[in-house]
C-alpha cells in the first residue's frame, strides 16, 4: 500500500487526501492506474488508435515511470509522439476533472491527441 510520504513525492503532487481515482472515482489513484488502469485511460488509448502499445507484453512494468520509459525505448518516434499526446491529455483530463470539475470522454481525450499528432 501506499504511504503518506510516496504520494507527496510522486508525479501526482496530490493536495487530496481522497485516493479515489478523480476520473472514475473507484479504485486508489496512482500514476499506473491514471494512464494505464482508469478505464477512462484505457478507453482514450483505443481512441488514440495506441491500444496495441498498451496491450503490448514488454510494457507491463509495474511502475509508470518504467512503462513509458520502456515505450519511448522501443516504439518509434510516430508512435511515441502520439503516446506522450496521449498521456499529457489524460494527465490533462485528470486535473480538469479534479480542479474544475470538467470531465472529458475518452473519445474527446483520445482523439485529441490523435488530431493534435496528425496536425
Ligand atoms: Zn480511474
Known amino acids: 500500500m501506499f504511504q503518506r510520504g510516496h504520494l507527496e513525492t510522486s508525479l501526482l503532487g496530490s493536495k487530496k487526501c481522497n485516493l479515489n481515482c478523480p476520473v472514475c472515482d473507484v479504485e486508489i489513484e496512482d500514476e499506473l492506474h491514471i494512464f494505464f488502469g482508469?478505464?477512462?485511460?484505457?478507453?482514450?488509448?483505443?481512441?488514440?488508435?495506441?491500444?496495441?502499445?498498451?496491450?503490448?507484453?514488454?510494457?507491463?512494468?509495474?511502475?509508470?515511470?518504467?512503462?513509458?520509459?520502456?515505450?519511448?525505448?522501443n516504439e518509434s518516434s510516430d508512435k511515441v509522439g502520439r503516446v506522450a499526446m496521449l498521456l499529457w491529455s489524460i494527465w490533462h483530463n485528470r486535473n480538469d476533472k479534479l480542479w474544475n470539475d470538467n470531465v472529458q470522454t475518452p473519445r474527446q481525450i483520445g482523439r485529441y491527441a490523435f488530431d493534435a499528432w496528425n496536425d
Open 38 to 73: 482508469c478505464v477512462v485511460a484505457r478507453d482514450s488509448w483505443c481512441v488514440a488508435g495506441l491500444s496495441s502499445v498498451l496491450h503490448n507484453a514488454a510494457y507491463q512494468q509495474s511502475n509508470a515511470m518504467d512503462r513509458i520509459f520502456a515505450m519511448c525505448s
